[in-house]
């Protein structure tokens, strides 16, 4: 049975939820519906360091706090659709995160759409990848983790890199993925009135400006219909209220048909991205789980790795 704060806070986000999207909506109108998902996130904790950065050619910032570890990385892709959000928007989650993981992250800065459409984010989560693994960095150290949006494109991420033959991430972790850009989940209908945050008619609207004539089938924007064969562990959180709860389960699925490690938690009477809402007990289970996850996938060292050059494998966090 949810908590009472989450109950309340669940009322009080019907009452205020953005109005519906439609084909006319413009551009900046939907970013602004977005921002107001972000801008419940909360205050960010105190001790989190926020370092603007760029890996490779990428721009992002580089997240840490007092338990951090250096050697745990955490690529984390933030959420709102493809077409809105940034590091900036995200870090109160991201820095709760990486206190539960005990790890520091970076956050790329990447493309959106209508701007720049499928896959110019994905190329600029790829290309983020590369070039921290050209930086010392061993891909046993990272996590690919994000939220909705992010959250898919964290699997579509995994998709290339393993199809580009490169050294697959420790693990991956996912709150509230959208992964299943065609809409098809059977939650689309069961939740379109429990849903606070998200409609049927944003996620559409959004979809066809990432993908402009992409068919929405096309596994590296819907990772749902992609083959999961030599994935690492996943551990993905939903809540059961949200309409992108069959998205969650169904990466368990086709994880789970690759013989992949998986775990799939839909949290009782939750909405979409509920890690974000730190008064919510559910919301510290979910992140002490998640962050579990990554220190189980990313142990703890008994004295720094270093590469087979004999370098200090550090990370520097004023220029990645």
Not at 134 to 158: N, P, Q, T, Y
Request: charged share 20%; hydrophobic share 45%; with cysteine.
């Amino acid at each position: 049975m949810p908590s009472w704060q989450s109950a309340l806070f669940a009322r009080f986000s019907r009452i205020a939820r953005p109005r519906a999207s439609g084909v006319e909506t413009d551009i900046e109108e939907l970013r602004r519906q977005y921002d107001y998902l972000t801008d419940r996130y909360g205050a960010i904790q105190p001790d989190a360091v926020f370092e603007a950065a760029s890996v490779g050619p990428i721009k992002g910032e580089w997240v840490r706090v007092d338990v951090s570890s250096a050697h745990r990385i955490i690529l984390y892709l933030h959420g709102g659709g493809y077409i809105s959000g940034s590091p900036e928007t995200h870090r109160p989650l991201i820095a709760r995160l990486c206190h539960a993981g005990q790890a520091i992250a970076f956050v790329p800065n990447y493309r959106l759409a209508p701007e720049f459409a499928f896959p110019a984010g994905l190329r600029d989560a790829l290309d983020a990848y590369r070039h921290l693994l050209s930086s010392k960095i061993a891909a046993s150290s990272i996590i690919l983790a994000g939220d909705a949006a992010g959250g898919g494109l964290a699997f579509a991420c995994l998709l290339a890199i393993r199809n580009a033959g490169l050294a697959m991430p420790a693990g991956c972790l996912a709150m509230s993925p959208w992964a299943d850009l065609s809409l098809t989940g059977w939650s689309m209908l069961q939740n379109a009135k429990n849903d606070a945050a998200l409609s049927w008619e944003l996620l559409f609207v959004s979809a066809r400006h990432y993908l402009k004539k992409t068919s929405p089938a096309d596994p590296y924007a819907s990772p749902i219909y992609a083959n999961f064969r030599d994935f690492p562990p996943i551990m993905v959180h939903a809540g059961s209220e949200e309409l992108l709860r069959d998205d969650a389960s169904r990466i368990g699925d086709r994880a789970a048909e690759a013989g992949v490690p998986v775990s799939v938690e839909i949290y009782d009477g939750m909405q979409h991205v509920f890690q974000a809402n730190a008064y919510v007990p559910e919301a510290r289970v979910s992140l002490n789980r998640l962050g579990g996850f990554i220190r189980q996938r990313v142990p703890d060292l008994a004295q720094p790795e270093k590469p087979e050059d004999g370098t200090d494998a550090e990370v520097n966090l004023a220029t990645g």
